[in-house]
């Protein structure tokens, strides 16, 4: 987004101001009587309506004023919320999105009139909500006096809309003052000279009127005054509020409240900057060049005996890490900015499958690499849809079996070392490993007689093409979907694990990287080639003699405090042709299936490693999550620990055969 864009920035904010609204709708189905979320999502409409019609976006406007409208009725107690009401601006919500974008078909757009009219008809006929603030009197009225700042109209404020909107609150008398029109010599057209003065008359609150000039108050004239129409009816009489007598909004009597959309904007504005992401991402780019230039003049300081070079290599070095770090800090942003998405969709799915889904989250907090969270959107979907789909009853099958008639959806996420585990669980029907097997004995994966782990049979429902469901329906069944999200999760260098207990529902975990551009890692030495070991996942280095080595063959497996522990030799899987070093060491990793030793020729250290993507001639090369260049300017590939432990057994158990 450019900054001198002001139609991208609209785009931005109009983005965040819908998902606000969504948010208020969601929370706004389960609790129809709570007051503060109908008038959050009133002021949310009403900003977008009236920001779209600044920026040019007419349709959007008009579009918009009639679910503000509506919205309006609700908040003043004319109509009660109801759920079909959400419903429907929920999907008007949608066209507004559409709208901003700039491609959102007419028809679409009357059809959801057309259904908000029959909701609001439909709530017209129950019986009406309680008020949602307190009524003033019938006959009451307000003085309004205003005048615009001299440049609104060069700044897309339009004043003829102000007093439309002012029309719209009741009985509208306005008068214009021209007093301060310059001569016609001087005058500018693009200037805006003239005050008004107004007299309301009917049901309105002050906050009515300040609504309709919430995106000018803070620089105009405005003086609201009650009016005392019939002396029985008059409302006490109150010192007049003047909000401001100069360009200036003056300081109210009472104390100020961090609620108002000025102060929001204020703290906002404060509290942080709007970067475009391709920036991020071009300044990630340079730092991970300066931890590389810092490498190499680390390695040459290190070699000679200058110590003044030492000495301002070692600054450098502080230096780059920090600013590493605060890099990394940048690109970080809550997953509770990716759960929230989900709302919506739970939404429509208990609405589609027909079942009553309660939607959990926890560890919202949880911060993740920017790219990480933009990548996990689709696979995510697919799990969703298939826990609600296929996991959870319907509320009769549930009620037969003696569980609540709602079914749960959690999403949940921690930090685990350099790792984020995200898991989706649901207290439905679990996953019937006998159908698992059937399925996978059909479609040729496994043997009708092959002895598989439980780890493994569950693993199964992400092979290409496989499914389980009876019937395919319009949400999930085809089995296109899941063998995505296994590759998806482990193009981010992730893993995904199930659990399941029929009769009780089902967990899974995705154990993602926080961040895909740098990482620390464990340089090591296989023959003559060089290798990255994700620091995350290395729990601690031992060494391996000649005489251990030997007396392992056959086996490969340690005894490390009195438990075994599976080693792989990885010189024998890269096929190095090299004769192993006379003390070797292990490398023991971490797995979701218990801990793994590697056995290298050397252990060279600790490396910031700079993660480059592999050529599209690599790419197939599974056992590699990247590559980095070393301070030497040689490469070094990453290794995928997922991936090498999983090609490594086969290829282990062949060993041990041909011995």
């Known amino acids: 987004m450019s900054g001198d864009d002001p139609i991208a920035a609209f785009r931005v904010e109009a983005g965040e101001v819908l998902d606000a609204v969504e948010q208020g709708l969601l929370d706004l189905g389960h609790d129809l009587g709570n007051v503060d979320l109908v008038n959050a999502v009133f002021r949310g409409l009403h900003t977008l309506k009236g920001s779209g019609a600044m920026f040019g976006f007419d349709a959007l406007a008009g579009f ?228 590389i230039a810092q490498s190499r003049l680390s390695q040459l300081a290190h070699r000679g005996q200058d110590l003044v070079l030492r000495s301002v290599s070692e600054e450098i070095e502080r230096l780059a890490g920090e600013l590493r770090e605060t890099m990394m800090v940048l690109r970080m942003v809550p997953v509770g900015s990716l759960f929230s998405r989900f709302r919506r969709l739970i939404h429509d799915l208990s609405r589609d499958t027909g079942k009553t889904i309660e939607f959990e989250t926890e560890g919202e907090a949880t911060e993740v690499d920017k790219t990480v969270i933009e990548r996990l959107f689709d696979p995510m979907v697919h799990l969703i849809r298939n826990s609600c789909d296929h996991g959870l009853e319907t509320p009769d099958d549930r009620a037969a079996v003696g569980k609540p008639a709602a079914g749960t959806v959690r999403l949940a996420a921690h930090q685990a070392g350099g790792e984020v585990v995200i898991t989706i669980r649901d207290d439905g029907r679990g996953i019937n490993r006998a159908r698992v097997r059937a399925k996978a004995e059909a479609n040729g994966l496994i043997q009708p007689d092959q002895a598989l782990s439980d780890h493994d049979l569950l693993q199964m429902i992400f092979a290409p093409g496989f499914s389980t469901a009876a019937t395919v329906t319009n949400l ?42 740098i990482i620390d890692g464990l340089l090591v030495r296989v023959g003559t080639g060089r290798y990255v070991i994700p620091l995350t996942a290395v729990e601690e280095c031992i060494e391996l003699s000649l005489e251990d080595d030997l007396r392992h063959r056959g086996r490969s497996l340690i005894t490390l405090r009195e438990k075994l522990v599976p080693f792989l030799r990885l010189r024998e899987m890269f096929a190095t042709d090299t004769r192993p070093d006379p003390f070797q060491k292990i490398v023991v990793v971490a797995t979701p299936q218990g801990r793994v030793g590697l056995v290298v020729d050397q252990i060279i250290g600790n490396h910031q490693t700079v993660i480059k993507p592999m050529s599209a001639l690599h790419q197939g090369a599974a056992t590699f999550a990247g590559a980095t260049i070393l301070g030497d300017g040689e490469v070094a590939l990453i290794l995928d620990i997922a991936q090498l432990i999983a090609l490594g057994q086969p290829h282990e158990e062949t060993l041990r055969a041909a011995g």
């Open 64 to 291: 918009t004023h009639h679910c503000e409208t509506a919205f309006d009725r609700v908040r003043k107690g004319q109509v009660p919320a109801t759920a079909a009401l959400v419903s429907v601006i929920l999907s008007a919500q949608d066209h507004m999105r559409a709208l901003v974008d700039g491609d959102a078909p007419r028809a679409e757009g009357n059809a959801i009139l057309a259904r908000l009219q029959a909701a609001i008809d439909e709530a017209s006929g129950a019986t009406p909500a309680a008020p949602t603030a307190p009524v003033t009197a019938k006959r009451t009225g307000w003085q309004v006096s205003f005048k615009l700042p001299v440049d609104a109209m060069a700044n897309g404020t339009n004043p003829l809309m102000l007093l439309d909107e002012l029309r719209e609150l009741g009985e509208a008398t306005i008068a214009a003052r021209t007093d301060a029109i310059p001569p016609l010599s001087q005058l500018v057209p693009t200037e805006c000279h003239v005050g008004w003065d107004v007299t309301l008359i009917g049901d309105i609150k002050r906050d009515d009127i300040e609504d309709v000039f919430i995106f000018v108050m803070d620089d105009m004239e405005l003086t609201i005054e009650p009016l005392a129409v019939d002396a029985e009816d008059a409302p006490a009489v109150a010192a007049p509020i003047v909000v401001a007598e100069e360009p200036v909004m003056a300081v109210p009597t009472a104390a100020p409240t961090t609620d108002g959309p000025a102060a929001r904007s204020t703290a906002k504005a404060e509290e942080s900057v709007r970067v475009p992401a391709g920036r991020l991402d071009a300044l990630m780019d340079r730092v991970g060049e300066l931890v």
């Open 476 to 517: 999930s069944g085809r089995g296109v979907g899941m063998d995505v999200v296994k590759r998806t999760i482990e193009g981010l260098r992730g893993s995904i694990d199930v659990q399941s207990t029929e009769g009780e529902g089902s967990l899974i975990a995705l154990r993602i990287p926080l961040t895909l551009a």
